[in-house]
């Protein structure tokens, strides 16, 4: 099997035999493994007889960090990444990391493994695989109509903490209505792992007396009806309309996101 200097490796979101062979194995081979919280990291280690040196790597050191672990790679020495749950990068730091990598030409690989997001989907059903993922939700209530207006038709995807759930859950009701679909899992993988698709009225009102732990949540899309654009997008390139002014004005005219137009007309 190749070998690389530098290697992302997903760790277990809830259950800690949800870690692929490969990963254990390079968590042992590399020299220093960067994690988000060693504490946490140390009891997946342990659980494994994995013995490497861990370094921290988390949001408030990872600009810092970049040279630090430039000159390890430089001297030889290989590292792996880890996020404190989940497939590093994916709401996690490592993006600094990553792209000093590539600047510097060093060889890097991902490896596949657990990941909160696609855990998530795979077990809410959905009428296509068209979703966007927006990380965490904005908190703000203009901010939060920004994004279900601009991915209406699409299915939303995003983290949420325990203690802000219920007022984001709030807020979309106001905006969006009380039978807008609401799929919401919450301990995935864990001994409470919960999973809910209804109105977000009755969602609110399961979860009434709290609601725990780690949780992701998914907005259905709230255009049902695929209205074909192609011939017009024909039509206002033959009149010489750029790609910008034909998103905007199909954007106007059908409520479809302006980026869904532009990509279509990019691509045809």
Same mark, same amino acid.
């Given at each position: 099997m190749k070998e690389y200097q530098f290697y992302i490796v997903p760790t277990p979101i809830g259950n800690i035999q949800d870690i692929t062979f490969r990963a254990i194995d390079v968590l042992k081979s590399v020299d220093v493994i960067a994690c988000e919280d060693s504490?946490? +990291?140390?009891?997946?280690?342990?659980?494994?007889?994995?013995?490497?040196?861990?370094?921290?790597?988390?949001?408030?050191? !990872?600009? $810092?960090?970049? !040279?630090?672990?430039?000159? /390890?790679?430089?001297? #030889?020495?290989?590292? %792996?990444?880890?996020?404190? %749950? #989940?497939?590093? &990068?994916?709401?996690?730091? #490592? $993006?600094?990391?990553?792209? %000093? /990598?590539?600047e510097n030409k060093i060889s890097f690989t991902a490896l596949p493994g657990a990941c909160a997001v696609t855990t998530f989907l795979s077990g809410i059903p959905r009428d296509d695989e068209f979703f966007t993922f927006i990380g965490f939700m904005p908190r703000g209530e203009n901010e939060i109509k920004e994004v279900l +207006?601009?991915?209406? *038709?699409? *299915?939303?995807?995003?983290?949420?903490?325990?203690?802000?759930i219920m007022k984001t859950l709030e807020k979309i009701k106001e905006i969006n209505g009380n039978n807008t679909m609401i799929g919401i899992s919450r301990e995935l993988s864990k001994l409470f792992e919960e999973s809910i698709v209804d109105t977000v009225e009755n969602v609110i009102d399961y979860f009434k007396d709290g609601i725990k732990g780690e949780i992701?949540? &998914?907005?259905?899309? +709230?255009?049902?009806?695929?209205?074909?654009? &192609?011939p017009q997008i024909e039509k206002l390139k033959h009149a010489g309309y750029s790609t910008k002014d034909i998103s905007k004005i199909l954007s106007i005219l059908t409520d479809k996101p302006k980026n869904e137009i532009y990509k279509l007309v990019s691509e045809n």
């Open positions: 504490r946490i +990291t140390q009891k997946l280690l342990y659980h494994y007889d994995i013995k490497t040196k861990l370094i921290s790597y988390h949001k408030y050191n !990872e600009k $810092s960090r970049v !040279e630090f672990f430039l000159n /390890l790679l430089n001297e #030889g020495k290989k590292v %792996a990444l880890v996020s404190d %749950a #989940g497939t590093p &990068m994916i709401c996690d730091p #490592g $993006s600094y990391l990553l792209k %000093a /990598l590539i +207006t601009d991915f209406a *038709n699409s *299915n939303i995807v995003f983290y949420e903490s325990p203690n802000r992701v949540c &998914m907005v259905y899309k +709230t255009i049902k009806d695929s209205i074909d654009v &192609m």
